[in-house]
């Protein structure tokens, strides 16, 4: 079985900080995708990137980058610059090939103060 | 282009009532549906996918049922609701080729 793990529960830094989240996963297979998805206090879920286990080059996405490392199964996101819109709850999840359902973690809230 | 439709956005219902939540996909064909529930301070919890019309798979031992009535309607039902049953429902679906999940706006559901 797969497992992703934010150990972050809750995140607070000072408006145009830069700040990490962790995402850390679990799973036997070789073939995987890897995501991030952002929930902002509307609720809805935001779909931000997709990565397939064969890539391992870091994005970069505006102020948005993501550091993909299989050798420590891990896939943190990277905001830079943060601005209080960037406020929601990130969710790191996985899925495998066969198998269309994701796996998310607990989420990282995050709060930008301005 | 693809859309997704949830209702109600919020509900409060007593303990032992029948509850009916209803999700439609437009602008695509066949595609998976899913049902999770998030929560209070907790993460998303896949309740229901179906891959094809009447193909209803649970992931977890629960008070609630789903079906798929039509290739793009997915809806998550329950005979009496439990207190425990109250949680921000989210549905979802994707294509194939382990595409991105697309997110409803959720329903709110408060059991009293």
């Known amino acids: 079985a797969q497992k992703v793990t934010q150990a972050q529960t809750e995140i607070s830094v000072v408006e145009k900080e830069d700040v990490t989240l962790d995402c850390v996963y679990e799973?036997?297979?070789?073939?995987?995708?890897l995501f991030w998805y952002k929930q902002p206090p509307s609720g809805e879920l935001v779909f931000l990137i997709r990565?397939?286990?064969?890539?391992?080059q870091n994005e970069i996405s505006g102020r948005y980058s993501w550091n993909f490392q299989k050798s420590t199964s891990s896939f943190n996101f990277t905001i830079t610059a943060s601005q209080v819109v960037d406020s929601a709850v990130y969710f790191c999840a996985l899925s495998l090939t066969y198998d269309e359902k994701l796996t998310f973690g607990t989420g990282t809230r995050l709060t930008i103060i301005p | 282009s693809q859309t997704i439709h949830q209702w109600p956005a919020t509900l409060v219902q007593p303990v032992g009532s029948p509850l009916s939540l209803e999700c439609t996909v437009e602008?695509?064909?066949?595609?998976?549906l899913y049902w999770y529930r998030q929560a209070a301070g907790r993460g998303l919890q896949l309740l229901f996918y179906s891959v094809g019309i009447g193909q209803i798979s649970s992931e977890v031992p629960q008070n609630l049922s789903a079906s798929r009535p039509q290739d793009r309607q997915f809806i998550l039902s329950s005979k009496k609701l439990l207190l425990s049953d109250s949680g921000f429902y989210l549905c979802a679906w994707n294509g194939q080729g382990n595409s991105p999940l697309h997110f409803g706006n959720g329903t709110r559901l408060t059991v009293t």
């Open positions: 602008g695509t064909s066949n595609p998976n």
């Open positions: 990565r397939n286990s064969f890539d391992e």
């Open positions: 799973t036997r297979d070789t073939t995987y995708y």
